[in-house]
Antibody, heavy 124, light 107 residues
């Protein structure tokens, strides 16, 4: 059973960079069968998809965040990461990593396994 | 971006009730529509994918239907553990977007 676990340094100051890592166990980020994705949820609000990365390094981002976001992968550590630059209070949210099976033609894309989430607070 | 609108935003129901939640897309998304359940302080959990396919391990009282722009999630016989927030999500086009959520509360 695949498990995902987010980790990060905690609070971030405005204008700094938010960095998170998702460690994957019970599965491989090198698999051609999955995208690896980030989603966030501001406190008390809904869900926002941030982007994904494929084993090949191919990425796709939400245009609303694309200028500030980078998703990367470290296959040797079986993990993938999220960087968000120039953060503001609006970036305060619970950040989730999730797995997306690549079965698009038949079923589209959905998040079948999620990490437990990590709260990132942007505050001076 | 494709806008996803859920209704109602919240509802009160009793154990054993049949509950229906609606999700409407701002344009046709075929059947590229998924449903998630989220309990307080927890990650969302996939219930239904491709509009009507039940995710493995999800109780059969959950069902989904629809295509094009209009979709429904039905819970047939609400159980105490079903009180939660529910979100729809489209994957027809990037960016993948979610509905604003429907909170199912105890009457």
């Amino acid at each position: 059973q695949v498990q995902l676990q987010e980790s990060g340094p905690g609070p971030v100051k405005p204008s700094e960079t938010l960095s998170l890592t998702c460690i994957v166990s019970g599965g491989s980020v090198s698999s051609r069968s999955y995208y690896w994705s980030w989603i966030r949820q501001p406190p008390g609000k809904g869900l926002e998809w941030i982007g994904y990365i494929f084993y090949s390094g191919t990425t796709s981002y939400n245009p609303s965040l694309k200028s500030r976001v980078t998703i990367s992968m470290d296959t040797s550590k079986n993990q993938f990461s999220l960087n968000v630059i120039s953060v503001t209070a609006a970036d305060t949210a619970v950040y989730y990593c999730a797995r997306v099976p690549v079965v698009a033609v038949l079923y589209g894309y959905f998040f079948d396994h999620w990490g437990q989430g990590t709260l990132v607070t942007v505050s001076s | 971006d494709i806008q996803m609108t859920q209704s109602p935003s919240s509802l009160s129901a009793s154990v054993g009730d049949r509950v229906t939640i609606t999700c409407r897309a701002s344009q046709s998304i075929s059947t590229y529509l998924n449903w998630y359940q989220q309990k307080p302080g927890k990650a969302p959990k996939l219930l239904i994918y491709a509009a009507s396919s039940l995710q493995s391990g999800v109780p059969s009282r959950f069902s989904g239907s629809g295509s094009g722009t209009d979709f429904t999630l039905t819970i047939s016989g609400l159980q105490p553990e079903d009180f939660a927030a529910y979100y729809c999500q489209q994957s027809y086009s990037i960016p993948w977007t979610f509905g604003q959520g429907t909170r199912v509360e105890i009457k």
